[in-house]
């Protein structure tokens, strides 16, 4: 089965600092996708990646597939308190196969 | 258009009692899916319906664990009878492809089994 291994599994860092998560996969991935949960809310969608050495941005954040699409990184720049919250990735488990499997998730404080 | 939509935000039960959940995918999205995620861990795969039937439900816990999709429109999650095991938040999600689509979450029914 697809296994998606996030690392770090907790993230603490001053606001205005960049950081990266990083999420690496076992098999190759054929769509993967970032979301961000805050406590007591849904997830909610960032960003989806499907090719190898994709790189997508949405305001401050970056997310990249690397050329093998075997791992992830997202990057937050400047990072803001609006930021904090678990990062999530999530994978098609491969191709044709429709379960969307996560990470355990990345918990991110920013701290003032 | 409006999103997932789970109900009831919170169930507090006693073991042994039945709960029932019920998620409202996105109009048109045949594909559901649900999720759980215990206390301090990974959000867990339970089962995905295209539209009315079963295409994976290699997640669900047990058979106290059940989930319908009649019509192929809402669906819910049944727990008969509950155990302390099954406290946590279960999430529904759906999306319209099967692939490299996202998928739109509710917002969890937080479940405490005491």
């Known amino acids: 089965s697809q296994e998606l291994e996030q690392s770090p599994q907790s993230l603490i860092v001053q606001e205005g600092k960049n950081l990266t998560i990083n999420c690496t996969s076992s098999?190759?991935?054929?769509?993967l996708y970032w979301y961000k949960q805050k406590y007591g809310e849904g997830l909610i969608f960032l960003m989806m990646l499907q090719k190898g050495g994709e790189e997508k941005s949405h305001e401050k954040i970056t997310a990249k597939l690397d050329e093998k699409k075997q791992q992830s990184s997202l990057h937050i720049t400047a990072s803001q308190p609006s930021h904090a919250g678990i990062y999530l990735c999530?994978?098609?488990?491969?191709?044709?196969?429709?379960?969307?499997?996560f990470g355990q998730g990345t918990r991110l404080t920013i701290n003032p | 258009e409006a999103g997932v939509t789970q109900f009831p935000s919170h169930s507090v039960i006693e073991k042994g009692q039945t709960v029932t959940l019920r998620c409202d995918p996105i109009s048109g999205h045949d594909n559901l899916y649900w999720y759980r995620r215990v206390m301090g861990k990974e959000i867990k795969f339970l089962l995905h319906f295209v539209k009315e039937s079963k295409q994976d439900e290699s997640g669900m816990p047990n058979n106290r664990f059940l989930a319908e999709r009649t019509g192929g429109t809402y669906s819910t999650l049944k727990v008969q009878p509950a155990e302390l095991e099954d406290s946590g938040v279960y999430f529904c999600?759906?999306?319209?492809?099967?692939?490299?689509?996202?998928?739109?979450f509710g917002q969890g029914t937080r479940l405490t089994v005491v």
């Open positions: 999600a759906s999306r319209r492809g099967q692939t490299n689509t996202e998928a739109f």
């Open positions: 999530g994978a098609d488990s491969i191709q044709g196969a429709q379960k969307l499997v």
């Open positions: 098999k190759t991935l054929y769509g």
